[in-house]
């Protein structure tokens, strides 16, 4: 079987980002630090913007946040509020209601669009893929059969069918009819 590569080309902005401005030196730790733009840690600061953050859920231990640059339609994240890099710092609490957020993003994307699948991972460091190393997250990906197509093979270019901000309404819509995180 012939090796394949997964391309993201839309990530790069963001990845080439984080080693430049007044705090570059953190990112040669676990980059972003908490004070030196990490996107989770700034909504965690400001409940008032949730919705332009694209804020889904707030709880006790963690965030529910639409992705930015999604994979796909839907492509939630889940992130403790603590700012920690690895699952080896994550207390059993926090374990657990990570577990259940990803079972209930599930549901209230699967009420909301309809997915036929879902990926569920999470990145650790850089070499393994992470945008964020510094503060861990759990990837929430909706799947469709077929859902790869033309234009991301000829001109890596994904098409997402729907507007961040609508699928933010429709999803608070589904939780709040479902009383969703039923933690």
Same mark, same amino acid.
């Given at each position: 079987?012939?090796? *394949? ?6 990530? %790069? ?26 996107? %989770?840690?700034? !909504? ?12 889904? #859920?707030?709880?006790? !231990? ?24 690895? +699952? ?7 374990? +657990?209601?990570?577990? *259940? +957020? ?5 549901? $209230? +994307?699967?009420? $909301? %669009? ?29 799947? #469709? ?39």
């Amino acid at each position: 079987m012939e090796r *394949k590569n997964l391309w993201a080309p839309w990530r %790069i902005g963001y990845i080439q980002g984080l080693g430049t401005g007044p705090n570059a030196a953190d990112d040669n730790k676990i980059a972003p630090s908490e004070d030196s733009g990490c996107f %989770i840690c700034h !909504n965690l600061k400001h409940p008032e913007d949730d919705d332009k953050n694209l804020v889904l #859920w707030r709880t006790d !231990n963690h965030l529910a946040i639409l992705n930015r640059y999604p994979y796909n339609n839907g492509h939630l994240l889940i992130a403790p509020v603590r700012h920690i890099p690895d +699952l080896s710092d994550v207390s059993d609490e926090e374990l +657990l209601e990570m577990t *259940k +957020l990803i079972r209930e993003s599930q549901r $209230a +994307l699967s009420l $909301a %669009i309809k997915p036929h699948g879902f990926n569920v991972g999470m990145n650790f460091g850089r070499c393994g893929g992470a945008g964020l190393p510094g503060h861990l997250h759990v990837h929430v990906v909706p799947r #469709w059969d077929g859902d790869t197509n033309f234009m991301h093979v000829c001109s890596d270019t994904d098409v997402i069918s729907q507007s961040l901000t609508e699928l933010l309404g429709l999803l608070k819509q589904v939780s709040k009819e479902q009383n969703l995180p039923a933690l």
